[in-house]
């Protein structure tokens, strides 16, 4: 069981990245999908989640408007795609995976399977 985060990279303040979770060993449609940030110096922050068993989706309000997550069961991902950047979401970003709603798992604790972050930066 794997995940795998990318996408990440450098853009300007008002651009767009999508970040993209790809799954191996397991169908992410069976699973809470969460994205999680972790800026220099700061805890994790839970940015997003969306799971299938209630079909719900989840924002962190500083992000609101902003991004939005989705599923693509024909590739097994889930993207995150970011518009209206801005400085403070510079962070590396993780995805990470559990059984059931994205309510169980607050900030992403008891999630077992986690990708290897992407950098994000925001800087002109």
């Known amino acids: 069981v794997q995940l795998q985060a990318s996408g990440g990279g450098l853009v300007q303040p008002g651009g767009s990245l999508s970040l993209s979770c790809a799954a191996s060993?397991?169908?992410?449609?069976?699973?809470?999908i969460g994205w999680f940030r972790q800026a220099p110096g700061k805890e994790r922050e839970g940015v997003s989640c969306?799971?299938?068993?209630?079909?719900?989706?989840y924002y962190a309000d500083s992000v609101k408007g902003r991004f939005t997550i989705s599923r693509d069961s024909a590739k097994n991902t889930v993207l995150l795609q970011m518009n209206r950047l801005e400085p403070e979401d510079t962070a590396v970003y993780y995805c990470?995976?559990?059984?059931?709603?994205?309510?169980?798992?607050?900030?992403?604790?008891?999630?077992?399977?986690w990708g290897e972050g992407t950098l994000v930066t925001v800087s002109s």
């Open positions: 060993g397991f169908s992410l449609d069976e699973y809470a």
């Open positions: 969306i799971s299938t068993v209630d079909e719900r989706s």
């Open positions: 990470a995976a559990g059984s059931g709603k994205c309510v169980d798992y607050p900030e992403g604790a008891g999630m077992p399977y």
